[in-house]
């Protein structure tokens, strides 16, 4: 059941809205969520620029404010492993705007990392499910909660984009062994595309997932090739498809790819 109605916020309150349209990008502090933030702004979004620390949030908004004429995101915290932050986050912007346009589930982390420290296990048979499950935490269900919290506000409009930025370590058709917890959470996050795609079918949203390329970055490291604006291109395009735009499919560089 959807927590609120299409004429009320999560907590029943009634709301205007407002005729720009409305993008929420997690984990837009940094790296490529910082350059999605700051395409859509280009676009001419409102842009919800959130990181689970409130100064993080301001000195990012506040530093693509200078570097860009294209406008001024809202600084946000949200912890998306935090119900009362997620359910805060949407009622705000409900009170605020009325709607959501766009919902960018880029927040993720990639416990595995070999550049991480201190190092992880990352084979099936040494990594604890604990660490699992902190993957699984913020990677799927943090993108599945804030999805099913968006979907009414979109459904309100009949318009909505939902973009899961996922990885090639969750394509099936491509798995291998190593970094677990970060392979199971992006091809979870791969299946719930293709379950919202399926049920949100007709109502004007479009839902889809993006591997980035292997960008700089603190998930990607500093060897990697692909700078957070190259990553972030294809997330931008998928968030601002036309109507007749695809939904349910996997892609890279703009181009669908093997689930
Ligand atoms: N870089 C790559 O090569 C690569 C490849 C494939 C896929 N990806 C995916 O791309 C996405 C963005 O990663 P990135 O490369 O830009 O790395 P990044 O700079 O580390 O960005 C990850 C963001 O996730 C946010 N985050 C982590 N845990 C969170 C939580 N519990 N609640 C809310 N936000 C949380 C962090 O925000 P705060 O610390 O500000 O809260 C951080 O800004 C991730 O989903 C990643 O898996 C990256």
């Not at 692909?226 to 007749?244: K, Q, V």
């Amino acid at each position: 059941m959807a927590l609120f109605d299409a004429t009320s916020s999560p907590t029943g309150k009634s709301y205007m809205t407002t005729e720009q349209r409305v993008a929420l990008v997690t984990g837009g502090a940094g790296g490529i969520g910082r350059e999605i933030t700051r395409g859509l702004l280009a676009h001419g979004y409102i842009v919800y620029l959130t990181s689970r620390h409130a100064d993080t949030a301001e000195r990012a908004a506040a530093r693509l404010t200078a570097e860009t004429s294209a406008g001024t995101p809202l600084p946000s915290v949200l912890d998306v492993t935090e119900e009362e932050s997620l359910v805060g986050l949407i009622e705000r912007v409900a009170q605020r705007h009325g709607r959501l346009d766009v919902l960018v589930n880029n927040a993720g982390v990639y416990l595995e990392a070999p550049h991480r420290q201190p190092a992880s296990p990352t084979l099936a048979q040494e990594q604890s499910v604990a660490m699992v499950r902190e993957s699984l935490e913020t990677n799927l269900l943090g993108a599945y909660r804030l999805t099913q919290l968006a979907a009414p506000l979109m459904q309100r409009h009949r318009f909505g984009r939902v973009v899961n930025v996922s990885s090639g370590s969750g394509q099936l058709a491509d798995m291998g062994g190593g970094d677990v917890g970060y392979r199971l959470s992006k091809a979870a996050l791969n299946a719930l595309t293709r379950v919202f795609a399926a049920e949100l079918a007709d109502s004007g949203i479009l839902v889809n997932a993006l591997c980035p390329g292997w960008v700089q970055s603190d998930v990607g490291g500093p060897a990697a090739p692909r700078t957070p604006a190259e990553g972030a291109d294809t997330a931008i395009w998928l968030a601002t498809l036309p109507d007749d735009g695809p939904t349910g499919g996997f892609f890279r560089h703009r181009a669908p790819i093997a689930w």
